[in-house]
């Protein structure tokens, strides 16, 4: 029975239709029941029967019920079908008897002596013998077919895979990628530099495309089917992502919602199979090796994966015996994850009873469990509070040598204080790539705010349009003590107007007067990120080719290139309007 489970659940993806699934059998099993015990039935149905014993051979339940009938009836004093036992004991011999059923003839010339018919039904030995024989059947199709169905989960293998040596000898651990991997990624990136060029994602100058590079990500698409039938409508997800991300490096991924951010990580995790492209991982692609690659990979799901009924010591125990931690550094290893997420206190509490924050908590030190070298966070922060946040942001930091990390989130200020690199993803597919303050650089400019009095203000913003032409107003003027105060934009691209300006008001008497205060600062990347995503928000599609053709990838754009983020400007200006 247990094999046949495991069988029936390759065709099953949810818990809905397992129990579905389940009914279908138990009503089908309780008809077929009825059938067999009730005489009337099988008067009526006799011709039926033999062909449907054959069938039921194969199906594990039948002789299971079958067996257990037989052994319990061979120590009663009638028999199965209702005749007086010649002994009330059960040996072996009744086991290798034929299990007959009598039922009244139908014939009508059939005369007394053969008033009845027999049903056969296999002795109660080959009742085992199926059973020990459907147990081997079905253990094995669910092994294979498990193997190379997968559904919308997980990445199927090849056909063949039992007789691939990588299956049964899978690479261990941690490896660098060997030589014949490596040129094939490095001819990889040169058919992508030529070919790709306009599909290819904006990457400034902060970010370092080199020999270190743990992570690799090709060119991955993944759409799902949003109508009834698979002919339906087509969402694209993911579209064509490639980036890469060196060792010792934390990269944050951000996104509006339905980005494609989960979708990306599930594909890297092996939860979900891309239509198109592959990803490395210290040489191991998820197409080929995702067993030597799960054996380095730890991962916080956005929607935590727990267990009421067990407590986090439970949860940490299960999760290090299936990643393989040595029984004699097991408790090391827990004790110190759930103190370094403050749960040590609570460890032996269900988990039905922690909040949202402390679940999240315990998912975050599940991830981290057994040292892996690339590590999955989908924002994993998500319900703490700020201390708790905090927290969680130096272990993720402290924890970052000698391993790939990649987070999802929202917040932009997780992002700034954690992303070594930051990418955006807008409609599935990347916008641009790089350091805060490079992406600040590029793409946002510097905020600049004066608080005039209000009979200046006029005169103020004339001064503002002929020393600051690059400037936009950031949002309508906002009412302060002593005056009103005037936001601007100045793109990065504009910086040499400010020195020249802010020299005018300090030197002009007569201004010094006007302006009741003044602040220069650059802009946050909350800004940074509206102004990359903002083409999506807008849906405007005459800015979006533009923004994506605008750049190369290998060729890295200085800070204050003299190239605006065009569009960006024109979009933001049309927010604040
Ligand atoms: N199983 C699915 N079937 C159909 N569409 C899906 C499926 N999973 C995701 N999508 C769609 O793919 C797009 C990307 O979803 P995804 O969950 O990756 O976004 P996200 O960036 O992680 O969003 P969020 O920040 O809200 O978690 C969305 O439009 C979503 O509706």
Redesign the pocket.
């Known amino acids: 029975m247990v094999p046949l489970a495991f069988f029936a659940s390759v065709f099953l993806s949810t818990a809905r239709q397992a129990v579905n699934a389940g009914m279908m059998v138990f009503v089908v099993g309780l008809m077929v029941i009825s059938l067999l015990s009730n005489q009337f039935l099988l008067i009526e149905l006799y011709q039926y029967v033999k062909p449907l014993v054959s069938v039921l051979s194969f199906l594990p339940p039948f002789h299971l019920a079958k067996a257990m009938s037989d052994i319990s009836s061979a120590g009663s004093p009638t028999d199965i079908s209702g005749l007086p036992q010649e002994s009330y004991y059960f040996d072996w011999e009744q086991m290798t008897r034929d299990r007959t059923q009598k039922v009244p003839s139908t014939d009508s010339n059939a005369d007394s002596t053969n008033a009845y018919t027999t049903v056969f039904l296999p002795p109660t030995y080959a009742s085992l013998l199926f059973l020990v024989g459907d147990a081997i059947l079905y253990g094995l199709l669910a092994w294979y077919l498990d193997g190379v169905i997968r559904g ?1 989960h997980g990445m199927p293998r090849k056909l063949h895979f039992p007789f691939q040596l990588s299956y049964w000898l899978p690479t261990k651990g941690k490896s660098p990628p060997s030589g014949q991997q490596r040129s094939v990624l490095q001819d990889t990136d040169n058919d992508q530099d030529t070919s790709d060029e306009d599909d290819a994602p904006l990457l400034t100058k902060g970010y370092k495309l080199g020999a270190l590079d743990a992570m690799e990500v090709h060119a991955l698409r993944k759409t ?3 109508g009834l039938c698979s002919r339906g409508n087509v ?1 694209v ?2 579209d064509g992502l490639s980036l890469k991300v060196q060792e010792n490096q934390i990269l944050a991924l951000l ?10 990580i ?1 594909m890297l995790t092996g939860l979900l199979k891309p239509d198109q492209g592959n990803a490395y991982f210290y040489g191991l692609t998820i197409t080929e090796d995702l067993d030597a690659i799960r054996n380095i990979l730890g991962v916080c799901p ?1 929607h935590d994966v727990l267990w009421g009924d067990l407590t986090a010591y439970e949860h940490m125990q299960l999760f290090g015996h299936l990643k393989g931690i040595s029984r004699e550094n097991m408790a090391t290893e827990i004790q110190t994850l759930l103190e370094e997420v403050q749960l040590n206190h609570v460890a032996d509490h269900r988990v039905r009873t922690y909040s949202g924050g402390m679940k999240r908590r315990l998912s975050v030190a599940l991830s981290f469990l057994g040292d892996p070298s690339i590590i999955f966070l989908d ?1 994993p922060t998500t319900g703490m509070d700020p201390q708790i946040r905090r927290d969680i942001w130096n272990l993720v930091l402290r924890k970052k040598q000698g391993r790939v990390t990649v987070m ?1 989130t ?1 917040s932009m200020e997780e992002a700034d204080i954690l992303g070594d690199n930051i990418a955006i ?1 807008a409609a ?1 597919t990347l916008r641009v790539m790089g350091t805060s303050v490079n992406l600040k650089n590029r793409f946002a400019g510097y905020n600049i705010e004066l608080v005039v009095r209000h009979q200046d203000r006029a005169a103020i913003e004339v001064l503002v349009r002929e020393k600051l032409p690059g400037s936009t107003k950031r949002s309508d003027p906002v009412e302060v003590e002593g005056g009103v105060l005037l936001p601007y934009n100045l793109p990065p691209d504009r910086q040499a107007e400010i020195v020249p300006f802010f020299t005018v008001i300090e030197r002009e008497r007569s201004l010094a007067d006007k302006i009741v205060d003044y602040s220069i600062s650059q802009t946050t990347l909350e800004e940074v990120f509206l102004n990359v995503t903002v083409g999506e928000l807008f849906r405007d599609q005459e800015y979006q080719p533009a923004l994506l053709r605008s750049h190369s990838h290998t060729t890295p754009l200085s800070p204050l290139s003299p190239e605006p983020p065009h569009g960006s400007k024109k979009q933001l200006s049309d927010l604040s309007q």
């Open positions: 919308n799902f089917s949003t969402k997800a993911v996104g509006h919602n339905g980005a494609g951010k989960s979708t990306t599930n956005q924002e999802t929202h993803m599935g």
